[in-house]
């Protein structure tokens, strides 16, 4: 056992969406490589979940935060 991590993660190249339940506080974030699966994604999660678009990661900086909600 092991003292837990005190930094956050490093985030990846690509293009993020956080889904979660309707009603919830948190979600998770899931990575898509170019904006035409990201939206792909959108549309598969829209109806059963909450979606919201964090945008594009380089060299784990927001490139563009849009922060729309589906």
Do not use: H
């Not at 549309?43 to 990661?57: A, H, N, P, T």
Request: glycine share 8%; no cysteine.
């Amino acid at each position: 056992m092991g003292r837990p991590p005190t930094r956050p993660a490093k985030l990846r190249d690509g293009f993020y969406i956080e889904v979660r339940n309707k009603g919830a506080k948190s979600g998770i974030k899931i990575r898509r490589d170019n904006k035409s699966d990201m939206m792909e994604a959108v549309d598969e999660y829209r109806l059963v979940k909450e979606i919201m678009i964090l945008g594009e990661s380089k060299n784990d900086k927001w490139v563009e935060k849009p922060k729309q909600a589906f």
